[in-house]
């Protein structure tokens, strides 16, 4: 492994990596259709130049999921590299551009340079540098970019009926270890029904948001006595109101209130099951119960999803990031959600690693260290070959 390591290592250049960064991260890839065709483009366009054959899946209108497939020689296996274009918007409190990367010291700032534009570089940087290596490949390396995973994972959701892959990295923040399970997420929108009258005379309706309030206590007090149990890497479930809208003129008693609640599912949970003991615990818990319901279920990336530590991605790549990092990287789950359990379902044992600290997630002033974004490129290029063809010759 260690001449391997120096052999590839030769072929990554950080000057690359921010190259390809600073390119990404320009192209403000949310909520525009014209934005994440130009991202598409430019990854595909890329990774033809790396030698690649590259595909475009169309999942909706004018969104597409891009394939750049690395291909081997046959009698290897083959390794996906999964990460998503888009982005959540900059927000305020930035202290530069967010949409134009800049560099203090170590650091490189820019919306998405961790979540997920600076694993995708990583991974691009990867790929590039296996192909200029001389380094034989077996097995296929097949990166797939998605759309939307910030939103509803609409890409990740749609890939292809017969998409094949032995393993997968989820290139998600990491911050030097490997994390095996993660959280979903599951948002239930709760409609309460009133009665319209004139506010000078509330007993002539019902109120909407009045109920709305009780129902959510119920939901919080559920909350803190109920969601103690634990997974033992990915933590407990948790439930919030997020967002709440009723009424429609200060001077009227308000005939309908809606609720948004994010509730975060621990591996293990099931999205039905959930839904019904949110109904169970609103159903006769005061007077007024049965004018609440929930009306809908808004679209989110997806159920939580966990891998077995002894499974053999988990193994290749736990020894690789030790390898790179010079020390043994602990096993974590992630709070949010990500696109691993989508691989996870179509039977591809899947993990998740990436360069950055999670923490800095949809914050400004987002930033990821060079250090780790080289580290990133070494572990996604080395696992690639040791997946793709152990032991690992030259050409």
Not at 209 to 215: F, R, V, Y
Not at 333 to 359: E, Q
Request: charged share 25%; with cysteine.
């Amino acid at each position: 492994m260690e001449d391997v390591l120096s052999i590839v290592k030769k072929h990554i250049d950080p000057g690359r990596i921010i190259e390809l960064l600073s390119d990404m991260v320009e192209i403000p890839s949310f909520n525009s259709p014209e934005n994440e065709i130009k991202m598409a483009k430019y990854i595909g366009d890329t990774m033809t130049k790396a030698g690649c054959d590259v595909e475009f899946q169309e999942v909706d209108s004018e969104r597409y999921n891009v394939f750049a497939r690395l291909k081997g020689k046959g009698g290897g296996k083959s390794l996906i590299l999964n990460t998503h274009m888009d982005v959540v918007p900059p927000g305020d409190g930035w202290s530069s551009d967010p949409f134009k990367l800049s560099r203090k010291d170590d650091n490189l700032y820019g919306r998405g340079v961790m979540d997920a534009k600076g694993p995708l570089a990583a991974m691009m940087a990867a790929i590039e540098a296996i192909a200029d290596s001389n380094l034989e490949i077996r097995g296929d390396i097949v990166l797939i970019v998605v759309v939307d995973e910030e939103v509803a994972s609409l890409g990740a959701r749609n890939l292809p009926r017969d998409l094949q892959g032995d393993f997968a990295i989820i290139g998600e923040a990491t911050n030097g270890n490997l994390a095996i399970a993660h959280r979903g997420s599951l948002r239930p929108v709760l409609v309460s029904e009133g009665i319209s009258a004139h506010s000078s005379t509330p007993n002539l309706g019902r109120n909407a948001i009045n109920i709305m309030c009780k129902a959510l206590i119920r939901l919080e007090e559920y909350s803190n006595q109920y969601l103690q149990k634990e997974h033992y890497l990915a933590g407990s479930p948790t439930l919030s109101a997020t967002i709440i809208q009723g009424g429609n003129k200060e001077s009227m008693v308000p005939d309908r209130c809606e609720a948004i609640i994010d509730r975060r599912l621990i591996p293990g949970e099931k999205k039905d099951e959930v839904l019904k003991e949110i109904e169970n615990v609103i159903t006769n818990s005061f007077d007024e119960a049965n004018y609440v319901a929930i009306d809908r279920v808004i679209p989110t990336t997806g159920g939580p999803s966990e891998i077995m530590p002894d499974s053999p991605i988990v193994k290749i790549t736990r020894s690789i990031i030790q390898k790179v990092y010079n020390k043994k990287p602990e096993l974590v789950g992630l709070t949010a959600n990500c696109d691993m359990s989508h691989f996870i379902k179509r039977g591809i044992p899947s993990v998740i690693y990436g360069p950055g600290d999670f923490k800095f997630a949809h914050k400004a002033d987002e930033h990821v260290s060079i250090t780790e974004l080289m580290n990133s490129t070494l572990v996604y290029a080395l696992s690639a070959l040791k997946v793709s063809n152990s032991p690992v010759t030259l050409k």
